[in-house]
C-alpha cells in the first residue's frame, strides 16, 4: 500500500512531509519522494529504499514561504522499484503522486505525445494533466478544468495529489477507491491516505469519498463530487494517537489486517479481470505454455496456500503438480522436471529456506517464479519472474491477508495457465470469473459472525487439543486454521485430512478433543459429514463451520451458502482467523507478536 501526504500553508514543508511519510512507514514501502511548489518554482526529490534516503537527499534543503508541498512512498506495482518509478512523477510544469491502479494506463499512454520516464502507471496522471491544460482556454480556473478533464479519462482506483506551476499556492485532490483525507489546522491544510500524518496537525479530518476531487487554495478547499457539484466538507474527529491510527481503530494488526482482506482481493483483481477472459501481464502465456510440471515450494502459511494451489493448477491448468516444504526440499536430493516450473510463495520474500530451495531449483536449470508481498526482497530478486501479492505490509506475525491473497494469485495462475492451454471450456471460464469477482465480498467480515465467534471462544480456552478437519481444499484450510490457533493462543491443534481421522487420530476422540470441522457444502459434503459423525459418536465435541444446522454439532458457526468451493473456503478462511485470534484475546496473549515467534525466518 503506498503512502501520500501533502501540506499548503506558509510552514516548513519538508519537516512535516518527511514525519507524515515516517508516520506511513508502516504501510511498506520501496521508494519515496517529495516535491515542493514554492514562488521560486517546483522542486522534486526523490530516492530508493528507506526514507533516510531520501532524507540524506534533502539535505538541509527548507521551503520558505508559502509551499504546496506532495509526498509519496511507493508500493510498486507496476514497475520495480527505481528512481525514475517513485513518485512524484513530473512533466514540464506538474508534479503527481498516486495511490492505487489505473487500470487503462496502457490506452492513455498511447493517447499522449510525450516521453515517459518510469514504467509505471502512475505517471500517465500528470502527462494527461498538461495535454490537457494546454488545451484549455486561458482562464481563471484553467488548471481545474484540465485537472477534472484528466479525473474523467481515468480508469481504476487512485487517491491523487497534483501540484503544478501553472497554478500556484493550490493542491489538486482526487479520491476513487483508495483512501485520501484532508485537515485544516492553524498551520495550513494537510492531506494524508490515512490518519496517522494528520495527528498534531489537525483535530479532524474530512475522508473523502470515491468521486470526491477539488482543489486547496490560501482561501480554503473547494470539494466537488463526480458530477462536478460542489459538495460541503463533512470533517469528523481523528484518533488521538497515531499509534491508534496505524490500527486504525482496530486492537491489533492482526484484526486490521483479517478486515483489509477485502480490499486486498479487490486489489489484487483490479485490471487483471475482462468480461471473458483474465491476464497477467507480469507472464506471457508462450512463456508458460511449453511447462510440462510445476513444483510449489514454501514454508508455514505460505505452504499452506501453495496446498490450496496444487489443487486449483491440477484442475484448471491440468498441470501435474508437487508441494514441497523448503526445509525438507533442500536437502533430499530432489530430482527435478528441468521442463517444470518451480514457484516458491513468501511473505516476507526472505524466509531462508524457500531462498535456498529456489537457488536450488535455478541450479538444475528450472524456470522459477516467486509469490511474494515484498518487490526487491532477495526471494524477488532471485526469481526469473514475479507476481507480486498486493497485500500491502503485513504487521502481524500470524499471516492472513497474505495467506488469501496468495490463494488468490494461485487460483488467477491456475486460471490464466488453463487459458493458455486452452484446456478450459467458455462456460467453466465463466463460471470462474464470476466466482473471481465474488471473492472480494465473501471476505467481508459479517458482524454477527463476529460477535458469535467472540461469545463462543469462551468455551474453548482449555482442552487436551484441537482438531481442524476439512477435505479437498478444505484440508490445507485445516492445516492453516490449526496452525493460526496454535501460533497465537499456544493450544495444541492439528490439521488433519478428514478421511484420515480413522487412520489412528480418532483414538484421540472424547469429550475433551475440540474438533472444529470445515464442511464444505459445495465440496464432498457427505464425506465429511460421516467423518463428523464418526467422531461425535465418540463423544468428540464438534464446532462445525457450515452453511446450515447440523444436528451432532455442538457449536456451528454457520458461513453463507455459494456454489463454488472457493468462495466458502475464503468465508471459511475469516472464521478460523477470527477464532483463534478471539480465543488469543480472552488468554491475554500477545496477538501481534507472539512469544518465540518472527514475522520473517530469515535463519534456519
Ligand atoms: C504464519 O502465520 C507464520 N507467520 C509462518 O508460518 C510464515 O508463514 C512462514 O514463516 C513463512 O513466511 P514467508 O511467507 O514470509 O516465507
Redesign the pocket.
Known amino acids: 500500500m503506498c503512502g501520500i501526504v501533502g501540506y499548503l500553508g506558509e510552514q516548513e514543508a519538508c519537516a512535516i512531509l518527511l514525519h507524515g511519510l515516517r508516520e506511513l512507514e508502516y504501510r511498506g514501502y520501496d521508494s519515496a519522494g517529495v516535491a515542493l511548489l514554492e514562488a521560486s518554482g517546483l522542486r522534486c526529490f526523490k530516492a530508493v529504499g528507506k526514507l533516510d534516503n531520501l532524507a540524506a537527499k534533502l539535505g538541509d534543503t527548507a521551503s520558505s514561504g508559502k509551499v504546496a508541498a506532495i509526498g509519496h512512498t511507493r508500493w510498486a506495482t507496476h514497475g520495480k522499484p527505481t528512481e525514475a518509478n517513485a513518485h512524484p512523477h513530473g512533466l514540464t510544469h506538474s508534479q503527481v503522486v498516486h495511490n492505487g491502479i489505473i487500470e487503462n494506463y496502457v490506452a492513455l499512454r498511447a493517447s499522449v505525445a510525450t516521453a515517459f520516464l518510469s514504467q509505471t502507471d502512475s505517471e500517465v496522471i500528470v502527462h494527461l494533466f498538461e495535454k490537457h491544460l494546454a488545451a484549455q482556454p486561458p482562464a481563471a480556473d484553467t488548471a481545474l478544468a484540465a485537472f477534472r478533464a484528466t479525473l474523467d479519462a481515468l480508469h481504476g482506483a487512485y487517491a491523487i495529489l497534483l501540484i503544478s506551476e501553472t497554478a500556484p499556492g493550490q493542491i489538486f485532490f482526487a479520491r476513487q477507491g483508495s483512501p485520501l483525507q484532508f485537515g485544516l489546522g492553524a498551520e495550513g491544510c494537510f492531506f494524508a491516505s490515512s490518519d496517522a500524518p494528520l495527528i498534531g496537525h489537525c483535530a479532524q479530518a474530512v475522508y473523502l469519498q470515491d468521486g470526491h476531487w477539488g482543489v486547496a487554495e490560501a482561501t480554503g478547499v473547494r470539494l466537488f463530487d463526480a458530477e462536478g457539484a460542489a459538495v460541503l466538507p463533512q470533517p469528523a474527529a481523528l484518533p488521538a494517537t497515531s499509534l491508534a491510527a496505524r490500527k486504525e481503530g482496530y486492537r491489533y494488526f492482526m484484526e486490521k489486517e483479517i478486515y483489509e482482506q477485502p480490499q486486498v482481493l479487490t486489489d489484487i483483481l483490479t485490471g487483471r479481470l475482462a468480461a471473458d477472459c483474465l491476464s497477467l501481464d507480469e507472464l506471457a502465456p508462450e512463456w508458460l505454455r511449453p511447462l510440462r510440471s510445476i513444483t510449489l515450494c ?5 505452504y499452506h496456500a501453495a496446498l490450496v494451489g496444487s489443487y486449483l493448477l491440477e484442475r484448471l491448468a491440468q498441470v501435474p503438480t508437487k508441494v514441497e516444504i523448503a526445509s525438507e526440499f533442500r536437502y533430499r536430493e530432489p530430482v527435478l522436471d528441468r521442463d517444470g516450473l518451480f514457484v516458491v ?7 531462508a529456506d ?1 531462498l535456498e530451495a529456489i537457488k536450488l531449483a535455478k541450479a538444475q536449470g528450472l524456470a522459477t517464479l516467486a509469490l511474494c508481498n515484498v518487490d526487491n526482497s532477495s526471494i524477488v530478486r532471485e526469481a526469473d519472474h514475479r507476481l507480486l501479492l498486493r497485500a500491502g505490509i503485513e504487521k502481524g ?3 492472513t491477508k ?1 495467506f488469501s491473497a496468495q490463494v488468490l494469485t494461485l487460483w488467477l495462475l491456475a486460471l490464466y495457465w488453463g487459458q493458455a492451454k486452452a484446456v478450459l471450456s467458455g462456460e467453466r471460464l465463466a463460471q470462474e470469473l464470476a466466482a473471481l469477482r465474488q471473492a472480494p465480498s465473501v471476505m467481508q467480515v459479517q458482524p454477527g459472525v463476529h460477535e458469535r465467534l467472540h461469545r463462543l471462544s469462551k468455551r474453548y480456552l482449555h482442552g487436551h487439543g484441537f482438531f481442524f478437519i476439512g477435505r479437498d481444499l478444505f484440508y490445507p484450510l485445516a492445516l492453516e486454521g490449526a ?2 490457533l496454535k ?1 497465537i493462543s499456544y493450544l495444541h491443534a492439528e490439521g488433519y485430512p478428514a478421511g484420515e481421522m480413522k487412520h489412528g487420530p480418532i483414538a484421540l476422540a472424547d469429550a475433551q478433543l475440540f474438533t472444529i470441522a470445515l464442511m464444505a457444502r459445495s465440496c464432498l459434503y457427505d464425506k465429511i459429514k460421516s467423518n463428523v459423525e464418526e467422531l461425535s459418536a465418540r463423544d468428540a465435541t464438534i464446532i462445525a463451520i457450515t452453511t446450515e444446522y447440523f444436528e451432532l454439532a455442538d457449536d456451528i458457526i454457520q458461513i453463507r451458502a455459494y456454489d463454488h468451493p472457493m468462495l466458502e473456503f475464503f468465508e471459511m478462511l475469516v472464521v478460523v482467523q477470527l477464532l483463534a485470534m478471539e480465543i488469543a484475546i480472552r488468554l491475554g496473549n500477545d496477538v501481534d507478536m507472539p512469544r518465540n ?1 518472527a ?3 530469515t535463519v534456519e
Open positions: 514454501a514454508c508455514g502459511t505460505s510463495l513468501s511473505q516476507s520474500g526472505e524466509t524457500t506475525v500470524a499471516s497474505a496452525l493460526k501460533e515467534l514475522k520473517s525466518v
